[in-house]
């Protein structure tokens, strides 16, 4: 059983920071994507930022310098740094991980969190 455990939103006001983390537990093999989406009330889930086994990342344009996402593949745990935040980054944020598993034979499924919010007031 697989579980993504995530951390760290709540309430601040617009050019504070907030540090998101998630970790995932299990019979996991590799992680090999971890990362954030967002999703804002009314709106579509959104990918924020990315990051690969071999820590390569992609951020979406809207956060490019102000987040920065690291992994830590001894802990299957992925962080996501929030800089300079802004009233427009409210949302819930869902932790997303796509992982080599062994069921018998070797699988990559993908998993998502429960969400934590994120509000930014003006």
């Known amino acids: 059983q697989v579980q993504l455990v995530e951390s760290g939103g709540g309430l601040v006001q617009t050019g504070e920071s907030l540090r998101l983390s998630c970790a995932a537990s299990g019979n996991i093999l590799r992680v090999n994507t971890m990362g954030w989406y967002r999703q804002a009330p009314g709106k579509q889930r959104e990918l924020v930022a990315r990051?690969?086994?071999?820590?390569?990342?992609n951020y979406a344009d809207s956060v490019k310098g102000r987040f920065t996402i690291a992994g830590d593949n001894a802990k299957n745990t992925v962080y996501l740094q929030m800089n300079s935040l802004k009233p427009e980054d409210t949302a819930v944020y869902y932790c997303?991980?796509?992982?080599?598993?062994?069921?018998?034979?070797?699988?990559?499924?993908?998993?998502w969190g429960q969400g934590t919010q994120v509000s930014v007031s003006s």
């Open positions: 997303n991980a796509n992982l080599r598993l062994r069921v018998g034979v070797l699988v990559d499924r993908q998993y």
């Open positions: 990051i690969t086994s071999d820590g390569s990342t």
